[in-house]
């Protein structure tokens, strides 16, 4: 649920930014007021309000291959993961967004006389997905924040067996080390978390009844799918020519492939054991076809898709706004026969989460992304640490290395 850095280190790519509005657009079908009446269109929305969740797991893996992508990029220009650096920047661009929502919220119940501070605590404390929060929503979020927390120390890790395999010791054995791919043994870490998530959504399905809180949010079931897109941010950072020729040459497959896997998800409950076990594996990899699809993608994107791409720029603010709408136009959802109409009541709605989380976007986000680009530059070419060894012969070796890993300055 969060965009691409403007002001930072993610590259933009025009089909990954409509990727996103898909994925928001989704999510506001979910929580549009019920669609009521005999009419197709009612039939359709519908069809997306029963749906429309699954727009979260599109952005876990977007999440997953965005932000290691800048880490893959980081490596690749400094030969080294600075976790503090990471998380200042991830602190930077997410809490002032975040924490002016939470901020706002707690006065809006504090005015009306009911603010829990238990869920108030949640909030802050990115608890929300194993004990409710001031929001049904923000537990993605909490998802999220962990994974960033873990994803340094995992490829840490990962990258430190990869050189120990590799005989990354002094000189030759150096450089063959960077050229073999530091990070090559975590494709079958992303698959033992993958069985393992599996395993526990079925062992939690089997242990009770089915509720949000236990089945669907909590952190420890939903980490296979930001690890997947660790897994193509890797393949396309670390293995970029071959991975662009097989996303292009398979294009239609994937467009086609990952709709077949999220239709369940259209067709079936929520409370179905099938969807939040097998299912969630399968949306993952659903969004992770499309994802791939979009980010190999080449040319510009056409007027409806460039409108769309600038909509999902905006999603990380649209996302957290979008829940309080209800709470603040309750017209918006009163079903009465007095009200207002259906569709003018779900497009009231989606227009005012648009127009809120726009303007909140371009109030707080922008100015917080100015402030951590000035606070935090993202890397670049002068970042690249000296050479204490060799002359221009070590800087070929070393551009050599940078060449046969994927992870030169086209990244």
């Known amino acids: 649920m969060r965009p691409?850095?403007?002001?930072?280190?993610?590259?933009?790519?025009?089909?990954?930014?409509?990727?996103?509005?898909?994925?928001?657009?989704?999510?506001?079908?979910?929580?549009?007021?019920?669609?009521?009446?005999g009419s197709?269109?009612?039939a359709a929305a519908g069809v997306w309000q029963a749906g429309g969740w699954v727009g979260v797991d599109?952005?876990?893996?977007?999440?997953g291959y965005l932000v290691a992508g800048v880490?893959?990029?980081?490596?690749?220009?400094?030969?080294?993961?600075?976790?503090?650096r990471f998380y200042a920047r991830r602190a930077l661009r997410l809490y002032p967004p975040f924490l002016v929502f939470v901020a706002f919220s707690a006065i809006a119940f504090a005015g009306a006389g009911r603010l829990p501070i238990n869920r108030l605590a949640a909030e802050l404390l990115w608890g929300q997905s194993y004990v409710p929060g001031l929001w049904g929503h923000t537990w993605s979020l909490a998802v999220e924040?962990?994974?960033?927390?873990?994803?340094?120390?995992?490829?840490?890790a990962v990258r430190r067996a990869g050189?120990?395999?590799g005989g990354d010791g002094d000189g030759g054995d150096r450089m063959r080390g960077r050229a073999a791919d530091p990070f090559r043994r975590l494709p079958w870490l992303v698959v033992g978390a993958a069985i393992l998530s599996l395993a526990l959504r079925v062992a939690t399905a089997a242990a009770g009844p089915f509720s949000d809180l236990t089945h669907l949010f909590p952190t420890h079931l939903r980490l296979d799918g930001l690890f997947l897109g660790v897994l193509l941010a890797h393949a396309h950072h670390c293995r970029r020519s071959s991975f662009e020729a097989v996303c292009r040459r398979w294009r239609p497959a994937l467009l086609i492939g990952g709709a077949v896997l999220l239709a369940p998800a259209f067709v079936l409950p929520l409370r179905h054991p099938v969807v939040h076990t097998v299912g969630l594996t399968a949306f993952a990899l659903g969004a992770g076809a499309w994802i791939a699809a979009a980010a190999t993608a080449g040319g510009g994107a056409g007027p409806v898709a460039g409108a769309a791409g600038r909509l999902g720029r905006h999603s990380y603010s649209i996302y957290l706004w979008h829940a309080a709408v209800p709470a603040f136009l309750p017209a918006l959802f009163d079903p009465s026969p007095a009200g207002w109409p259906w569709a003018a009541r779900a497009a009231g709605f989606i227009a005012a989460s648009v127009g809120v989380g726009v303007a909140t976007g371009l109030a707080v986000e922008r100015p917080a992304l100015r402030l951590r680009h000035r606070l935090c530059p993202p890397r670049n070419e002068r970042d690249r640490p000296a050479l204490r060894l060799g002359g221009p012969a070590r800087r070929a070796s070393f551009d050599a290395a940078d060449a046969a890993t994927g992870l030169g300055r086209a990244a």
């Not at 880490?71 to 503090?84: I, P, Q, S």
């Not at 994803?151 to 840490?156: E, K, M, R, S, T």
């Open 163 to 165: 050189r120990v395999a």
């Open 40 to 42: 197709a269109l009612a």
């Open 58 to 63: 599109l952005f876990f893996v977007l999440s």
């Open 145 to 156: 924040e962990h994974f960033y927390l873990l994803l340094p120390i995992v490829l840490a």
């Open 71 to 84: 880490l893959f990029r980081e490596h690749a220009r400094t030969w080294r993961l600075d976790a503090g």
């Open 4 to 37: 691409a850095d403007p002001l930072g280190d993610c590259d933009r790519r025009p089909w990954l930014d409509v990727v996103r509005a898909a994925a928001v657009l989704l999510v506001l079908g979910r929580h549009m007021p019920a669609p009521s009446g």
